[in-house]
Each structure stands twice: as C-alpha cells, then as structure tokens.
C-alpha cells in the first residue's frame, strides 16, 4: 500500500474515505477550503510510548526529540494545514489534555488569530485511579475556533433536565413554569449544553471497545459533528486513530476523510465505516 492510498467513494458519489500515511502529505495534497469540520485528537505529548494492550499493533509512540518543543514543532505545520483547509463556515475542534492544552492555545491564536477562539470545552469523566497528592485528572480539554468567526455553523446542542422548581407541563407536552406574567415557556428538547460536557468515558467492556488505546466514546464526536455541521458537509479528521468520527459522520450523513500512521488503526477505521454506511460493498477498504 502507498503513502497515500485510498479507495474511491462510494454511496451515490458522496466522497467519504480513509487514507494510510502522512497526514501533513494529505493534507498538503487537498484544495483550499475544502473542509466544513475538522475535529484534530493529535497525540498528548505524554512523552512516551502509547501501548495498544489486547492488540500491540495498535501501539503509537507519543515521544517527540527537544520534548515540548519538538511537539509543537510537530503540531504546528499541521494545524496550519487545517487553518487553509476550512471552508468560510469551517471550524476546528483540538483535542488535548493538561500537557499541552496551554502551548497549544498559544500556536493556535497565532495560525487563526485570537478572534477566531470561540471555547474552551471541558470533557469532564470519571473512571481511572485515585492519586494520593493531587486532585484527580478526570477532564479533557479541546479548542474550538473558527475560520471565520459569525459564519461559522453553529447548531445548538440540547438535552438534560432543567434546574427549575415548580417546572410543569401542558397539555402539548411543553414545559413551562408559572410566573407573574403568565407562563415561561422552556425549550421541549431541554437546555442548551454548556462548554463543560459530562459523557462518560469507554468503559473496558463498552460494545464500541475495538482496542484503539485513545479511543473517544461516540457520543463525544456526535456532540460535536452535530454542533459544528449539517448534512452532506465534509468533516475530517486527520488522526482518525480507529475512526470514531468518521463512522458518526457517516451515520449522520456527512460526507467525511480521514488518515492515520498506523495500518491496523486504518483498517478497523474502514471496518466502522463499512457498518455505517450499509450501501457500500462489504470488501471495499474505505466509504
């Protein structure tokens, strides 16, 4: 398999696939302004060696020479590559941890300008061990900026229970409480979400397991491609390690690309598509 190989899209010419190599090669090799959405889990900068533990395979080394630096350095020739490749109404979500969330925040006001930062989300989760000198670290952190800040798409997310005493329901089902000027009305679908996310992380026997050691649960990435997309738009996702954003956006009618280093990761990626888009051939490599 080349550096850069990939099948042709299918279902009805939509183009929707995944690439083996480089992804600063790719990217380099896409048109200005293709993509609607970008969603970037780059490594952490953990420093060392990120084990896949029921399939070694799935293993991917997260040391980078001159450390911090040298992981920038590897970040920032690539999130300039997103930068050019947003669409007018693009957008781009980073996902990282308390390493380097703030080096980063720092390169990427740089590549979009400070402008162009619109949150800060916290993935807040529990699981894990308890440490006895800290607070435990049980939150993510991912930076969303956009191409062109108030033309961006942008659709509020919704869902939960409101805080509200003395909450009641109409005949039509609508929730409301009973004020001095009559009746205020809620919305039916629940509150907006904030920039603090409560979702669960992977349990060990999640059915969504598939061994991929930085898996990110599917409701995560719905979340976001809902937020930050419409159907039939483009979303990418160049580290698309086992391909959880690419087999949600196709579940949701989005067009979508991805790439990976490793060819096992890319591999269970096609596998997930497949299962997404039951139209495509059960052999082809990617949809």
């Known amino acids: ?26 990217m380099a090799s896409l048109p200005d302004r293709c993509c609607d959405l970008i969603y970037a889990d780059p490594p952490f900068g953990t ?18 020479a001159g450390g911090m630096d040298g992981y920038l350095a590897l970040l920032q020739p ?37 402008d162009c930062f619109l949150n800060e989300i916290i993935w807040s989760y529990r699981g894990g061990g ?4 800290w607070f435990p670290r049980k939150h993510d ?27 009641r329901i109409d005949d039509a089902g609508r929730p409301y409480k009973s004020t001095r000027n009559g009746r205020l009305y809620f919305h039916p679908e629940g509150p907006a979400y904030t920039d603090v996310w409560e979702i669960p992380f992977l349990s060990t026997v ?35 390690g086992s391909g959880t954003t690419l087999a949600v956006a196709r579940r949701l ?19 997930r598509l497949s299962a997404a888009n039951p139209h495509c051939e059960p052999e082809a490599s990617a949809c």
């Not at 980073?94 to 979009?112: P, T």
């Not at 308890?130 to 000198?133: E, F, H, M, S, V």
């Not at 598939?210 to 979303?235: C, F, M, W």
């Open 1 to 26: 398999m080349s550096d850069l190989a990939t099948t042709p899209a299918c279902d009805r010419g939509r183009e929707s696939r995944v690439v083996l190599g480089d992804n600063l090669k790719l």
């Open 47 to 64: 420093n060392r060696r990120v084990a896949g533990v029921a399939k070694p395979a799935l293993s991917f080394d997260d040391r980078h």
């Open 78 to 114: 690539r999130l300039t590559q997103m930068h050019r490749l947003l669409s007018a109404r693009g957008s781009l979500y980073v996902h990282l941890d308390y390493r380097a969330v703030h080096y980063v925040k720092v390169l990427l006001d740089e590549i979009f300008g400070r």
């Open 130 to 133: 308890r440490p006895a000198k």
């Open 141 to 167: 952190t991912i930076l969303l900026y956009a191409r062109r800040p108030g033309s961006h798409t942008f659709n509020p997310q919704r869902g939960g229970a409101y805080r509200t005493l003395d909450l």
């Open 206 to 240: 999640s059915r969504e397991r598939t061994d991929y050691p930085t898996q990110k649960p599917e409701a995560l990435l719905e979340r976001i491609i809902r937020a930050g997309s419409n159907e039939g738009d483009l979303v990418a996702d160049f580290f698309c």
């Open 253 to 271: 009618g989005r067009r979508c690309i991805g790439c990976d280093i490793n060819r096992r990761a890319v591999a269970i990626a096609n596998r």
